[in-house]
């Protein structure tokens, strides 16, 4: 088989010779080719439908995930929420309770007629120290650091209410316990302490004590707080109380009507502890105080003028 190739110039021409083999391969190329090339064709849209299959997968998995992430996020966000709303309400409690304890510290340092400059409840507590710096950068305090903060000013507080109680109850104890003041409410000195004429007999006797003439049955009452160490009639004194105050003190209440205490009652300074009566060696109503300081008898007049604390 002859091919004829015409140039476009001058009207050259070539004749070219094809073998039938070579005829065949041609034509065979010519049926295939567009086989071959639907085929590629067709495994290339399939090709790329799968991967569109897959994309369209990932994506939607991805879809997933940040929906799930989304929620988890909203979740947290709501729970710190909570918890910062359950956080200011703690730190307004711990305020409220600063508040109030510095405001007891006050009324107490009033009360108790203290140095002021001592309890002062409304600037922070004096503290100091060597300055010793951290390599860490300073973080402006959270709410987690101003309730700690709170916590450590009420435990500053407190301590400092528990010592300041704790002065209180002894000036108060020591208070209550300083022989002070008389055994009546109402009535006169009817008889001092030391020698005088015996009301019975007339003659000189040594007096020990201090007489209160009043009304028959009105109050006698403890001049210091103390223990009740005799309640019951004694020669002489008839019914007698006597009341150990502590650091060597003791007084004597004699000549009741009534006694209203027994042994080992704790009596405060003013309690009634009998009635005014004419019991044992007795011209009339009347009640004989006594004093000891360390076990002697000393004149009761020093303390019944005496000033209290």
């Given amino acids: 088989m002859n091919i004829i190739i015409v140039g476009r110039r001058h009207g050259e021409s070539r004749s070219v010779s094809l073998r039938p083999s070579a005829i065949y391969f041609l034509l065979g190329m010519a049926v295939t080719m567009p086989l071959m090339l639907g085929a590629a064709g067709f495994l290339l849209s ?16 991805w879809e997933r995930n940040l929906e799930e992430q989304r929620r988890e996020i909203e979740e947290l966000r709501a729970q710190a929420d909570r918890e910062l709303a359950a956080l200011t309400v703690r730190l307004a ?6 508040l109030r304890l510095d405001a007891v510290g006050e009324r107490l340092v009033a009360s108790a007629d203290l140095e002021a400059d001592e309890f002062d409840f ?20 959270g709410i987690t650091a101003a309730m700690d903060e709170l916590a450590d000013r009420i435990n500053s507080r407190e301590q400092q209410l528990a010592v300041l109680d704790d002065l209180i109850a002894a000036n108060k104890l020591d208070q209550d316990t300083f022989v002070a003041g008389s055994p009546i409410v109402k009535g006169w000195m009817s008889s001092r302490y030391g020698y005088r004429a015996d009301p ?16 028959q049955g009105s109050d006698v009452v403890s ?14 004194y008839g019914r007698l109380v006597e009341v150990n105050h502590g650091n060597g003190y003791k007084t004597r209440y004699a000549h009741c009507q009534e006694i209203k205490v027994k ?19 007795s011209t009339g109503p009347h009640v004989h105080f006594e004093v000891y300081r360390n ?9 019944i003028h005496r000033r209290p604390r």
């Fill in 93 to 98: 409690e711990l305020q409220s309770r600063v």
């Fill in 200 to 215: 019975f007999t007339g003659r000189s006797a040594w007096h020990a004590g201090v007489d209160f003439a009043g009304k």
């Fill in 263 to 281: 042994v080992g009652d704790v009596v405060r300074k003013g309690d009634v502890i009998a009635l005014m009566g004419n019991s044992g060696r």
């Fill in 223 to 236: 001049v210091a707080s103390g223990v009740v160490t005799i309640a019951e009639p004694r020669y002489g």
């Fill in 295 to 303: 076990g002697r008898n000393v004149d009761p007049a020093a303390y």
């Fill in 46 to 61: 399939q090709h790329l439908a799968s991967d569109l299959a897959l994309d369209s997968r990932t994506a939607k998995a």
């Fill in 122 to 141: 409304s600037v922070p507590p004096a503290v100091g120290g060597p300055m010793n710096y951290l390599d860490s950068a300073y973080e402006a305090p």
